[in-house]
C-alpha cells in the first residue's frame, strides 16, 4: 500500500506566473484534499475533491482551482501568483466510506513566490 | 464556523518529564476532535481523534487527550517524554464527519530536553 506522494517537493516561482501542484492519493481512497500551510501556521483547507467533482472549498480566491482525475490523483493549480501564496501546500486523502475521520497527508510541496 | 486555539507555540520540557500541550476550540455545533503530529521533513500523521464515546482517548506511543464539552478544551497529555516526542503538534475540528474538512490550530512545537 502506497501512501500519499507529492510533487514537486520545492519549486520556486515569481509573482504572476502559475503554478501546479501534483499528487497521487493513497491507494483505495476517493477523497482528496488540499492545505495550505504558511510558515508558522497552522493549515488552512483550501478545497476537497470526492469522485471527481469539487466538495467543499475554504475561503481561498477562484486563482485557486483544482481537480481530481478517474485514479483519484489530483492537481492543485494557483493562477496570477502572489508573494503570499508562499507556503507548504499539503495534500491529504481520506476514504469517505469507512468513517473512521482520518487523513493521510503527504510531505507537501514547499512553494517559494519571489 | 469553528475555530480552534492552541495558546503555547513552543513548550519546551525535559526529557521523561510529563507534558501537557493545550488546546481549546469553537463551534456552535457538535465537532470532531483530532490531534495530529508533525515530526521535522515530514506529513502531518494522526496522532489521536474522538468521534463519540469515551471522552478520554489515548495514541500508541503513550499520548492521551480529553475531550471537555464544557470547557470547549482537547488538551494532549503524555505522562513522561522522550527525544523522538519532539515535533510540532496540530490540534484540529471537524464538524461534518466522514468527509473531513479540517480546521486546525496553530501548532505547539514540542522541544525535549535531554
Known amino acids: 500500500e502506497t501512501g500519499v506522494t507529492q510533487s514537486p517537493t520545492h519549486l520556486i516561482k515569481t509573482r504572476g506566473q502559475q503554478v501546479t501542484l501534483r499528487c497521487s492519493s493513497q491507494?483505495?481512497?476517493?477523497?482528496v484534499s488540499w492545505y495550505q500551510q504558511a510558515l508558522g501556521q497552522g493549515p488552512q483547507f483550501i478545497f476537497q475533491?470526492?469522485?471527481?467533482?469539487?466538495?467543499g472549498r475554504g475561503n481561498f480566491p477562484p486563482r485557486f482551482s483544482g481537480l481530481q482525475f478517474p485514479n483519484y490523483s489530483s492537481e492543485l493549480n494557483v493562477n496570477a501568483l502572489e508573494l503570499d501564496d508562499s507556503a507548504l501546500y499539503l495534500c491529504?486523502?481520506?476514504?469517505?466510506?469507512?468513517?473512521?475521520?482520518?487523513?493521510?497527508f503527504g510531505e507537501g510541496s514547499r512553494l517559494t513566490v519571489l | 464556523a469553528q475555530s480552534v486555539t492552541q495558546l503555547d507555540s513552543q513548550v519546551p520540557v525535559f526529557e521523561e518529564a510529563p507534558v501537557e500541550l493545550r488546546c481549546n476550540y469553537s463551534?456552535?455545533?457538535?465537532?470532531?476532535l483530532f490531534w495530529y503530529v508533525q515530526y521535522p521533513n515530514q506529513g502531518l500523521q494522526l496522532l489521536l481523534k474522538y468521534l463519540s464515546g469515551s471522552t478520554l482517548v489515548e495514541s500508541i506511543n503513550g499520548f492521551e487527550a480529553e475531550f471537555n464539552k464544557s470547557q470547549t478544551s482537547f488538551h494532549l497529555r503524555k505522562p513522561s517524554v522522550h527525544i523522538s516526542d519532539t515535533a510540532e503538534y496540530f490540534c484540529?475540528?471537524?464538524?461534518?464527519?466522514?468527509?473531513?474538512?479540517?480546521?486546525f490550530g496553530t501548532g505547539t512545537r514540542l522541544t525535549i530536553i535531554p
Open positions: 491529504a486523502s481520506s476514504l469517505t466510506s469507512t468513517n473512521t475521520g482520518e487523513l493521510f
Open positions: 484540529a475540528v471537524s464538524t461534518n464527519f466522514g468527509n473531513e474538512k479540517l480546521t
Open positions: 475533491y470526492y469522485r471527481e467533482e469539487e466538495n
Open positions: 491507494s483505495g481512497h476517493n477523497t
Open positions: 463551534s456552535s455545533v457538535s465537532v470532531y
